[in-house]
């Protein structure tokens, strides 16, 4: 079949947020969600802009919580995420300073590293390639270089790259970036990014002990064969589900995160493996789980994102932060007496 090389063809095979689409995506099956899920973003945005109408200052309510679990429309995103994780406040309070960091004195070793994954980061999206205009390369460098003075402890490590650039294409703000980076890394997600990553080793080994306490066949299935749950989520967790869930999938992610905090991470992950416990058990090996891993974020399931929302709030059952503090409290006194 001949491809038509107009506009509307480019457009088609390119998404909203400029990811080139794969040449073996479902382009049926996505149209026939996305008209539903259309319906339900038209209602959504109705709603927000009643609560946001004349007021731009949201208080946190269990009201807000309950409109944030059902997505946030496109046009509010970057103002609440800003406004709930604490971004906003921040910025406000600190003028000036992100541009202070960009005209500061550099650290050699911290900018090269960032240059060399420029080019890395993204492929596949248009609004990323040298030859865009704008190319978002260049503003994600300049995020990326004021996180690594403004937080040294952290510096730069990878994965930091895309998750700011998610933050780009949905805030199309440096600044705004900056300090949603910051929150993201500084505040919700607690340890993960240190040159040691004891909180990301801490989280991983508290989602295996929820899967013990959830899914138990699972757990047993994953000793039995010797799988340590760093090889088939450490991605999940370092990348906050980008390029791992479909895009929207992603964002309706972190509409909670920014709200609720890390505890969703939990909930993704359970989900995702209490729904595909019987499909996981089928593996017989090694290789095999680590395979039924990288499958069960794939399909139907996760690209209705709004019934998959509906999952993470239903099927994990309760899971209280008291639940996981405790377990982060225990998994991470393991892992330092392990050394």
């Known amino acids: 079949m001949e491809s038509r090389e107009d506009g509307r063809d480019w457009a088609y095979r390119v998404d ?13 099956s996505y149209e026939a969600f996305f008209s539903r899920y259309l319906v339900v973003l038209t209602r959504r ?60 004195e550099k650290n050699d070793k911290l900018v090269e590293a960032i240059k060399t994954d420029m080019n890395r980061t993204f492929p596949d ?47 199309k703000n440096e600044e705004e970036s900056f300090w949603l980076l910051d929150a993201l890394i500084g505040r919700i997600l607690p340890d993960y990014y240190s ?15 929820l899967v013990k306490m959830k899914v138990p066949a ?29 895009v929207e999938t992603v964002l309706r992610i972190w509409d909670c995160l920014f709200y609720e905090g890390s505890k969703i991470i939990f909930r993704v992950a359970l989900t995702l493996i209490k729904q595909h416990q019987a499909f996981i058990l089928e593996a017989t090996n090694f290789p095999d789980i680590c395979d039924k891993f990288k499958q069960i974020t794939k399909g139907t399931f996760v690209t209705e994102c709004h019934s998959f ?25 393991k892992l330092l007496s392990q050394g």
Request: aromatic share 10%; charged share 20%.
């Open 125 to 171: 999206n248009v609004k990323f390639r040298k030859t865009a205009d704008p190319c978002l390369q260049h503003v994600l460098y300049n995020v990326l270089v004021a996180y690594g003075h403004h937080n040294k402890a952290v510096g730069y490590c990878q994965g930091m790259n895309f998750i700011a650039g998610y933050l780009i294409l949905i805030t």
């Open 45 to 104: 945005a109705i709603k927000w802009s009643k609560l946001l109408k004349g007021n731009n200052g949201i208080q946190k309510s269990l009201k807000v919580k309950r409109y944030i679990r059902k997505g946030i429309p496109n046009e509010h995103r970057a103002l609440i995420w800003m406004i709930v994780s604490g971004a906003q406040a921040n910025m406000e309070q600190n003028p000036g300073y992100y541009h202070r960091l960009l005209e500061g």
């Open 309 to 333: 929302m509906q999952k993470i709030f239903t099927d994990p059952g309760t899971l209280s932060m008291a639940t996981i503090n405790k377990l982060r409290e225990t998994c991470r006194e």
């Open 195 to 209: 040159p040691v990553m004891l909180g990301l080793k801490t989280d991983q080994e508290v989602l295996g002990e």
């Open 16 to 28: 909203p947020y400029g990811f080139e689409r794969p040449e073996d995506f479902d382009y049926a």
């Open 218 to 246: 699972v757990a047993e299935l994953m000793e039995r064969h010797g799988v340590m749950w760093t090889l088939v989520v450490s991605r999940w967790f370092i990348c906050l589900f980008i390029d791992i869930l479909p």
